[in-house]
């Protein structure tokens, strides 16, 4: 059995070591919850040890097409921010901003600390 762990373990790291370097977050999270609802939605086949096929079946149909549906998303929100729209535009209800002048140029003698004018808005 400790065999078969270590197997397992070298298998599993030399399985991501594969990997590209970037995963976007909508294609990782895809890839999770399509596997979740496509095993959910495949083991309500069959009965048995049908169930278990249509689980394991489901399973990875349901994260190949999280996955494509992530990676779509990624590349939307790529190319958005790309162009320099950004993910999401910015909101219009938004009023601009209203900066105060400048305070007067003055030099204060050493050992003084300037407090510059408060103005009033």
Same mark, same amino acid.
């Given at each position: 059995m400790f065999k078969v $762990?270590?197997? $397992? %373990?070298? $298998?599993a790291l030399s399985l991501a070591a594969c990997a590209p370097g970037y995963y976007g977050p909508n294609e990782t999270a895809g890839t999770a919850v399509g596997a979740v609802a496509g095993g959910l939605v495949?083991?309500?086949? %069959?009965?048995?040890?049908?169930?278990v096929a249509g689980a394991a079946v489901g399973t990875l149909l349901g994260a190949a097409v999280?996955?494509?549906?992530? &990676? $779509?998303? !990624?590349?939307? !929100? #790529? &190319?958005s921010s790309y162009y320099g729209y950004g993910p999401y535009p910015p909101p219009a209800y938004a009023p601009a901003p209203v900066y105060a002048p400048p305070p007067p140029a003055y030099v204060a003698p050493p050992g003084y600390y #300037?407090?510059?004018p408060r103005y009033a808005y």
């Open positions: $762990a270590i197997v $397992a %373990g070298v $298998a495949g083991s309500q086949f %069959g009965h048995g040890g049908g169930r999280g996955n494509s549906v992530g &990676r $779509a998303a !990624d590349e939307r !929100d #790529y &190319r #300037y407090y510059p």
